[in-house]
């Protein structure tokens, strides 16, 4: 065991402050690596304060993972020493269950290991995420980065990035689909890339008028602000396929009655509270509400090398680690484009 500096919770209402925790020494198929950057999801605020209702105490968020490797397993057949890659929402699965053999370990049916608040079997304790200076995974459960692209906006495509990314490519856009994406911040800004790549007609959907201008220039060939009743009407019945990434409360029947006949409405925030669905906004048009979660290892190598050739990052603020508490209020606020990273050199230099 090697101990390691983090910044960590310890109740729902505690700050982040540093804490010494305790990584294993790699096995045989494991890689260590050097967390360089980690992004800040809002998956982590959920988390750290509770609001889903399971997490595990003392809590070291973080599952947007860019580092360097530093030492391999004997056995390690895929990665060496200096490789930069990154790890997302997994470190390990049971390898075995029929999700696990088609490669949606997300879905592991004897629960995948996620990379913070899960089971650690190896120290029979729980995971802590990146908010660390180092962290020992399965090498089944490390990626490759793209060389071309700036590292610490690669890192929130280990979460944002997959998360948007998987239901578009399920769903299968093609160009000249109508596609809407429901809010613009990390996952939305995310979505609009993805979609305006796969060709589709993007429309994002706001409640703020001023993110016009940008939308447009990460893809959005059309703004709707959700608050006015005539731009909304204007769009009933005309989407094929619409991607919700609100986290907050909010009414998808309202997004449900713009999908065509056989349309689809996947959700991928995850509000705190249950959202309510009017059965006839589904009935009539026979139309979808689904969700998803992430993507297996496969796709999400597959997502970063689409990105690769497309020249898709995300759009980042740096923070030091000190900055975390703040940076928690101002995503609550709105007030980041789109993503915080944290430079882990900060928590590094910490004494």
């Given at each position: ?215 447009k220039r990460l893809g959005a060939d059309e703004v709707v602000v959700s ?22 409360d909010h009414d998808i029947n309202t997004y449900l009655n713009l999908l ?64 975390v508490n703040d940076a928690y209020e101002r995503i609550l606020k709105s ?17």
């Open positions: 065991m090697t101990s390691t500096k983090s910044y960590a919770v310890h109740n729902p209402t505690d700050t982040f402050k540093p804490l010494a925790i305790e990584r294993r020494t790699p096995t045989a198929h494991d890689v260590e690596i050097e967390i360089l950057f980690c992004g800040v999801c809002h998956s982590d605020i959920h988390q750290a304060r509770n609001e889903w209702s399971n997490t595990v105490y003392p809590c070291v968020p973080g599952h947007e993972i860019v580092g360097r490797i530093t030492q391999v397993g004997d056995h390690v057949k895929k990665f060496k020493a200096g490789d930069l890659v990154g790890v997302g929402c997994m470190v390990d699965s049971c390898h075995e269950c029929a999700s696990c053999d088609a490669h949606q370990e997300q879905f592991c049916e004897k629960g995948a290991i996620f990379t913070y608040n899960s089971p650690d079997k190896h120290t029979d304790g729980h995971t802590f995420g990146g908010y660390s200076d180092r962290v020992v995974v399965d090498e089944s459960f490390v990626l490759s980065v793209p060389e071309n692209l700036e590292l610490a906006a690669v890192a929130p495509l280990l979460c944002a990035g997959i998360t948007t990314y998987s239901p578009i490519k399920r769903w299968g856009i093609k160009p000249g689909d109508k596609v809407g994406v429901v809010g613009l911040g990390g996952l939305g800004h995310m979505a609009l890339k993805f979609a305006h790549a796969f060709g589709a007609k993007t429309v994002l959907f706001t409640t703020s008028p001023g993110k016009t201008e940008d939308a608050k006015n009743e005539d731009e909304m009407a204007a769009q009933v019945g005309s989407f094929d396929f619409i991607i919700d990434t609100v986290s907050a065509k006949i056989d349309g689809t409405l996947t959700l991928v925030g995850a509000p705190e509270k249950p959202l309510p669905v009017a059965a006839f906004g589904l009935i009539f048009g026979r139309k979808v509400l689904t969700g998803s979660l992430i993507g297996g290892i496969k796709e999400t190598q597959e997502m970063l090398d689409f990105c690769g050739k497309h020249d898709i990052a995300s759009d980042i603020e740096m923070i030091d680690i000190q900055q007030d980041v484009k789109y993503r915080f990273v944290i430079d882990m050199q900060s928590l590094k230099n910490e004494a």
